[in-house]
């Protein structure tokens, strides 16, 4: 099912499925801020990163001696969400049947989108509420789409990071590449993304600017903090994921054992792992 929320400025339009948002369009002038979803190139639009950010090495995890099974990105973004709360311009969709995916992952939690207009677009929050007795080991991620043309990304700051990238296995690889070298402005070309995406850690800039050839609109999408930045598209699509993340993939040589994984958070029981970011359009 899908929900609409507007104010004065922008609408936005959130599916149950995943909590996603699909749709954040400016009431100026119509300009769509979020990819559309073309299957020619990926039918994704925003989706929500839980409970693990990425790839895990052979596809799951070993939890206090015990293997369990889970997918790349985790399971929320194939989760359908209830309506929590809903105001003209709000929308809270949350999901708390953990017993649905106890088989692959055994913690008691209850996971949130928060979905709030502004004046200059849409600011979402990601929760996950530990309602269990014991610590539950988690991430975060998101990992919305933007439309942009022969995009470029200017940060804030010249920054000097290089990516970590990612083998046939899909896996981080130890080697690094370079990214940026004190420059803020990073060019996506149409061979960019040939060999996956890019994560980048230790990012001074706090946002990133899209620019796309195609609009004399710039799309601003804040980081809110997350120690990890994914940039990724298919390989010439009019698009650039900004995947702000508070987790991330296994590396090639990670042990298999959760606690052991980069990237992961110990929240205590009644406590709460949150990432909010901003989509803002100018």
Known sequence: MLYTIENEFFRAVLNDRGAELTQLTAKADGYEIIWSGDPAYWTGHSPLLFPFVGKLKNNGYTYRGKRYEMEKHGFAR???????????DAITLAFDDWKLYEASYPFRYRLSANYQLTQQGLRFTYCAHNLGDEA?????????????????????CAETVDAERFGPDGLRKAEKEPFLYNSAVYPVLPHTFDHDAYTLKGLKSDYVDVHSAASAHVVRVTFGGAPYVGI???????????EPWLGL????????????????????????????????LF
């Open 136 to 156: 539950m080991v988690c991430s975060l991620g998101a990992h919305p789409a933007i439309n942009a043309t022969d995009a470029r990304l200017v940060f804030p």
């Open 232 to 242: 990724w598209a298919k390989s010439g699509a009019p698009y650039v994921c900004i």
């Open 249 to 280: 993939d296994d590396a090639h040589d990670h042990d298999g054992e959760l606690t052991h994984k980069e990237g992961v958070h110990v929240v205590q029981p009644g406590e709460n792992l949150s990432l909010t970011l901003e989509i803002q």
């Open 78 to 88: 194939s989760t359908n969400f209830a309506v929590a709360e809903q105001s003209a």
